[in-house]
Structures are given as C-alpha cells and as structure tokens.
C-alpha cells in the first residue's frame, strides 16, 4: 500500500482562476482616472486646445475677421517666423529690438531681485531680529499689490517734477525725463568719459538688422525706471521663499561650523547655500520665466516709447496682433518667446545641476579594482 502510494504520480496544484477586469489594481485604474479625466478635459480644452490654435494662426495671414480655420484665410507657412529672422524690414527690427530690450532687463533683474530677496530673507531670519512679523508684512506688501496701480505711483515718482528728481536735486543732480529719455545707460557711461561719437566699426554692421553699438547700448533711462519698479514688487515673493527654505537648514550645522572656527562668511557659503540650492533654482527659474513675460509694467508706463526702448517681445506680440492686426505674425513672436523660455530655463538647469553625485560615482569605480 505504500509502495503504491510513492508510485503515485504527484499532481501538480490546481491554478487558481483568473479574475476578470484585473481584479483590485485593475478597480483602482479605472477609478483614478475616472477621478483625473475632469481636469484633463478641461486642461484639453481651455489650455492645450488655445495653444494649437495659435499655432495654427502663426502659420496663416489672418487679420481677426472672421474664422482663421476657413479657406478664405491665406496659408504662409513659416513666411511669419522667417521674416522674424531673415527678412530686411521694420518686422525683423522691432523684434530684434525687443530682444535686445529684454535681455538688459532680464540681465539686471532677475540677479538683483534674487540677491535682495536672499538678503531680505537672510535679514527676517534671524533670530536677534525684534518685530519679525512686521518686516515681512512690510517686505512682502508689494508683492500683493496691483501691478498696475503701483505702475501708476511710479509715473507720478518719476515724473520731470516727480519725487526722485527732487530729491536728486537736493544732491545737486539734474535728473532726467525718465520716460522721454532713450538714451542707452551704456552710451551715457562711455559719454561720461569721453566717448561721445560711435566708432566706425560698430556702426558699419551688425547681428539681425542692428548695429553693434545698438546692441551695446544697454538699457535706456526709461528702462531703468521699470526695472526698479519690477525688483521692487517681485522680491518680497522670493524672499518668502528663501525665507522657508532658511528655516529648514538645521541649526545643529549652523552651531557645527561655528564650533569649528568657520566665519559668518564660510558658514554662509558652505552651509547654508548648498542647502538651500533647490529653492535658489526655483527662484532663478520663475525670475527668468517672469521677465521674458513683462508685459503690464510697459503697457501701463511707456507703451514701448520712448524710441522702442522699452519695447519687449511680449508687447510687441500684443500690439502686432491687436493694433496692427497682424495675428499671425503677433502669435509667431509669442511662440519664439516661449521657445527662448524653455531653452533659457533648459540652460539653467544643466549649469546649476549637482555635479557631486557624477564625481563620487566615478571615484567609487576607480578604487573598485584596487580593493578587489
């Protein structure tokens, strides 16, 4: 009986059934994206579906009568783009203009408003400091008003009889009309010392219809005033955020180094920034994004003028399109914008990676070997 019973073939175990639809996992995919297709549809319609449709504009003539996805509208291809770039004409000039503008504006900007938000910031934090509450309220309190009526304060402060020219004349200054001078504040530093006349070979030619002294001419006095203004309302909102990521280094590192000898400085620079890195490239990040976009500062204070010296490309794409009627050209320079912003911020990223990570992992296989 026992020999029979080891002589017995063994039977493998039954397989449990297969359950159908894909049992728990399978409810629970059905269910979120039950719960996601709400946004998607409306991220779809009133976001991704606008897009394509500029697009689709920036490649047409159309002149905002009627439908611009009907024959009637002519189709251009990239006739629009080209003429950006390529083409002899006011067209080209005005954008290069603009490029021009925005990249003095986006050079002083974002690193001055990074630098006084991290002081702001570095100020409110500490700890010796009385009245916290009120210093960030007041810091802050910019940030939450209107764009355009702090435009408008800034007209009248600025203005040829305004409080900054009174109280440069106090200091024996004359100032200047601010936003009827298009002088570039490069030019005027060379004329401080002299050099009044352009050379001949940044006069004779130049990149994209401009002359290299137009280039290097720096940002106009009218400029100036929009960049106080934009550094002015935008550091309160990053020193928020430096304020957040200072209260989350560990004091234990901070009472560390100065234990071992590390002054204010040293502490500063090797503590307290390489923790603070990720919330640094936020603000870079949104900094960058926000000046290429500057649109309602000009608008509300010198529409472009004086001379297109302040003119940026989000304006320019503005008045293209809703002044001129020109919509393909004007939804073309919105979408050379947006490209410059995803390259500029793709640039950003790459230089301020963590470059430690690679350095440890290509150490570890080189003594690997020596160890094996």
Same mark, same amino acid.
């Given at each position: 009986?026992a020999?029979?019973?080891l002589?017995?073939?063994?039977?493998t175990?039954?397989k449990?059934?297969r359950?159908?639809g894909?049992?728990i996992?399978?409810n629970?995919?059905?269910?979120?994206?039950?719960?996601?297709a709400p946004?998607?549809?409306?991220?779809?319609?009133?976001?991704?579906?606008?897009?394509l449709?500029?697009?689709?504009?920036?490649?047409? #003539?159309?002149?905002g009568?009627?439908?611009?996805?009907?024959g #009637?509208?002519p189709?251009?291809?990239?006739?629009?783009?080209?003429?950006?770039?390529? #083409?002899?004409g006011?067209?080209?000039?005005?954008f290069?203009?603009?490029?021009?503008?925005n990249m003095?504006?986006?050079g002083?900007v974002?690193?001055?408003?990074?630098?006084?938000?991290?002081?702001?910031?570095?100020?409110?934090n500490?700890?010796?400091?009385?009245g916290?509450g009120?210093?960030?309220?007041?810091?802050?309190?910019?940030?939450?008003t209107?764009?355009?009526a702090?435009s408008?304060?800034?007209?009248?402060?600025?203005?040829?009889?305004?409080?900054?020219?009174?109280l440069l004349g106090?200091?024996g200054?004359?100032?200047?009309?601010?936003?009827?001078?298009?002088r570039?504040?490069?030019?005027?530093?060379?004329?401080?010392?002299?050099?009044?006349?352009?050379p001949?070979?940044?006069?004779?030619?130049?990149?994209?219809?401009l002359?290299?002294?137009?280039?290097?001419?720096?940002?106009?006095v009218?400029?100036?005033s929009?960049?106080s203004l934009?550094?002015?309302?935008?550091?309160?909102?990053?020193?928020?955020?430096?304020?957040?990521?200072l209260?989350?280094?560990?004091?234990a590192l901070?009472?560390?180094?100065?234990?071992?000898?590390?002054t204010?400085?040293?502490?500063?620079r090797h503590?307290?920034l390489?923790?603070i890195?990720?919330?640094?490239?936020?603000?870079?990040?949104?900094?960058?994004?926000?000046?290429?976009?500057?649109?309602?500062?000009?608008?509300v204070?010198s529409?472009g003028?004086p001379?297109?010296?302040?003119l940026?490309?989000?304006?320019?794409?503005y008045?293209?399109?809703?002044?001129?009627?020109?919509?393909?050209?004007?939804?073309?320079?919105?979408?050379?914008?947006?490209?410059?912003?995803?390259l500029?911020?793709l640039?950003?990223r790459?230089?301020?990676?963590?470059?430690?990570?690679?350095?440890?992992?290509?150490?570890?296989?080189?003594?690997?070997p020596?160890?094996?």
């Open positions: 009986m020999t029979e019973a002589r017995a073939p063994a039977t175990p039954a449990p059934p359950r159908r894909g049992g996992r399978g629970e995919n059905i269910a979120g994206w039950l719960f996601v946004v998607i549809v409306i991220l779809g319609l009133f976001l991704l579906l606008p897009i449709m500029a697009l689709w504009v920036s490649l047409t #003539d159309w002149n009568q009627g439908s611009p996805f009907t #009637d509208v189709f251009v291809g990239g006739d629009n783009y080209t003429r950006l770039f390529a #083409d002899d006011l067209d080209r000039r005005d290069m203009t603009s490029i021009r503008n003095y504006y986006v002083i974002v690193p001055v408003q990074t630098a006084l938000a991290l002081g702001l910031a570095l100020v409110v500490n700890r010796m400091l009385k916290k009120f210093f960030r309220s007041a810091f802050y309190f910019p940030s939450v209107s764009s355009v702090i408008v304060v800034f007209l009248f402060l600025f203005a040829n009889s305004g409080a900054v020219n009174r106090l200091l200054i004359n100032g200047p009309e601010w936003f009827a001078d298009s570039g504040v490069l030019h005027l530093l060379l004329g401080a010392v002299g050099v009044d006349t352009p001949g070979a940044l006069t004779s030619g130049g990149p994209f219809g002359t290299w002294w137009d280039w290097l001419a720096g940002p106009s009218a400029m100036v929009i960049i934009v550094i002015w309302t935008t550091s309160g909102t990053f020193m928020l955020m430096f304020l957040a990521a209260q989350n280094v560990p004091v901070d009472e560390a180094s100065t234990l071992d000898g590390a204010r400085w040293q502490r500063f503590v307290t390489p923790l890195k990720p919330t640094m490239f936020l603000v870079l990040t949104l900094g960058l994004i926000g000046s290429w976009q500057v649109f309602d500062q000009v608008y204070m529409q003028d001379a297109k010296t302040t940026t490309p989000a304006y320019l794409s008045r293209t399109a809703f002044r001129d009627f020109d919509y393909g050209s004007g939804a073309a320079i919105s979408f050379v914008l947006f490209l410059i912003i995803i500029l911020t640039l950003q790459r230089v301020m990676a963590d470059r430690d990570e690679p350095r440890r992992a290509r150490w570890w296989r080189r003594r690997v020596e160890g094996s």
